[in-house]
């Protein structure tokens, strides 16, 4: 069964930076690309970036482009979000998302259940 | 960036209801197009893929149909557990946008 169990969430101050990792098991990671989609409180769906599998090409929201860096670590399972000069409108649900393959021309499955960022001072 | 427009924004019927649901792209997208079944507190999971595929394990009364910018998301016979919040998204080119959403509530 795949699964997808993010960390890393919590409050953080405008500005402020935070790591998320996402681990994930019952799949060969390094075989396919991953994602983060994020979900501010009561709002919809919205892409923040993509990885391959081999790390070779990763893309970004402009939201977020120049602030956020995705990266993985196929030896150890684990997908990751570096958030820095975080703001308040980032604050959002984030989950960790396997793509089919690859996300272009794919769809994401399975989620994982989230981790929660809030950025507030 | 490829805009998605669902429509209607929220939806109200009744158990056993045939409901249709519609997702319009800004530019072609031939037949990449996904939905996705939210419920309150969950993570998505997806329904229907490439348009018209049903994901494994997802009852036959969900379909989709459509191809370039036009595509629906059709729920034949409504069940309880079908009262959720459904988006369409993207997956031709960067960024993956979706749907704003359609709200399924009960009436």
């Known amino acids: 069964e795949v699964q997808l169990l993010e960390s890393g969430g919590g409050l953080v101050q405008p500005g402020g930076s935070l790591r998320l990792s996402c681990a994930a098991s019952g799949f060969t990671f390094s075989s396919y690309a991953m994602s983060w989609v994020r979900q501010a409180p009561g709002k919809g769906l919205e892409w923040v970036s993509a990885?391959?599998?081999?790390?070779?090409?990763?893309n970004y929201a402009d939201s977020v482009k120049g602030r956020f860096t995705i990266s993985r670590d196929n030896s150890k399972n684990t997908l990751y979000l570096q958030m820095s000069s975080l703001r308040a409108d980032d604050t959002a649900v984030y989950y960790c998302v396997k793509c089919t393959i690859n996300c272009y021309l794919g769809w994401f499955d399975p989620w994982g259940q989230g981790t929660l960022v809030t950025v507030s001072s | 960036d490829i805009q998605m427009t669902q429509s209607p924004s929220s939806l109200s019927a009744s158990v056993g209801d045939r409901v249709t649901i519609t997702c319009r792209a800004s530019?072609?997208?031939?037949?990449?197009l996904n939905w996705y079944q939210q419920k309150p507190g969950k993570a998505p999971k997806v329904l229907i893929y490439g348009a018209s595929s049903l994901q494994s394990g997802v009852p036959s009364r969900f379909s989709g149909s459509g191809s370039g910018t036009d595509f629906t998301l059709s729920i034949s016979s409504l069940q309880p557990e079908d009262f959720a919040t459904y988006y369409c998204?993207?997956?031709?080119?960067?960024?993956?946008?979706f749907g704003q959403g359609t709200k399924l509530e009960i009436k």
């Open positions: 990885i391959s599998g081999n790390a070779g090409t990763t």
């Open positions: 530019q072609s997208i031939s037949s990449y």
């Open positions: 998204q993207q997956s031709y080119t960067t960024p993956y946008t």
